[in-house]
């Protein structure tokens, strides 16, 4: 049976969710994912932060619009402060950090995190406001958002094929046919390859296994903040009785059900050693997610030039969770006619 609908959003994790969210508000929407579940992917793997001092200066500007949605919301953020480390070869990036983010404090580090080695943290900085997101949460808030205003989520709904004609959309989906007005490209990993299946040429967009575990550890204190080296090599923060540990990687990847690496999980736990004496050696899990980016590792939102009645939201990296309610604004918005700011436009990849 034919499904008809003013927009049809591909996929089903934050993106997909809260931009259908927005839509619903005024228009008849179908989410449409590939999966036997919403969120399987990246939005499920995600253990992320609220951090107003992190990303560019727009991806600051997306996460300061989007706290008002959070505090809406309900109990989704807590307390973590964020305690940036920097060994002596990293001193100077970690200068440049304090004088682009003067409400960054230095601190003694470890006054704050005592598992710290000593010597090899040479400076540190505080981010005392910075907060643990409630990732599911937020997912259901927008999930259960779009359903309540009328939203259909169509699950293992994988889009072959598209073609725009008569000034509507016809997919074909493994879940049947569909019809709408606009179509919302906001399938991640796959938001290349979905385009393609429309006739669309991609964007570069350029997906990136994150690797995380929790190890085993004695004497965690849960009032830890979360630990980065201002290099991004890793970070750790407690987790259960345990402590959460990734070396931060950005290993490129097809799009894929990613999966943990024996290696990259030793390379997290050698790097947590070095820079602490929690001596870490057995993992009780361990999982991967796929984080995506534009050549210029800013978003992407908007009306696709190439092609009517397609809009994108995708290329979030590793800021899609803290700016999720603003940039689905944004890529709403779009859909009925405002124009998105130049450095997130869809047509900078145009040219």
Known sequence: MEIEADVAVI???MAGVSVAYELAATASVVVLEQENQPAYHTTGRSAAMFLESYGSPQVRRLTTDSRPDFDTAGDLL???PMLWVAP???????AAMETAQPTLVPVRPEELCPVLRPGWCAEALLEPDALEIDVLGLHQHYLGGARRRGTRIVLQAAVGSGRHEGGHWRLETTAGPVTAAAVVNAAGAWADRVAASLGVPPIGLRPMRRTAAVARATGVDRNWPIVADVGETFYFRPEGVGVLVSPADETPSEPCDARPLDEDVALAIERVNEATVLGLRSVQTAWAGLRTFASDREPVAGAD????????????GGYGIQIAPALARVAAAAV???EVPATLSVARFRI
Request: proline fraction near 14%; avoid cysteine; aromatic fraction near 10%.
């Open 11 to 13: 996929g089903a994790g």
């Open 78 to 80: 807590f307390p973590r």
């Open 88 to 94: 002596p070869a990293q001193v100077a990036k970690l």
């Open 305 to 316: 030039p190439a092609a009517p009645g397609l809009f994108w939201l995708a290329g979030q």
């Open 336 to 338: 009925t006619g405002t």
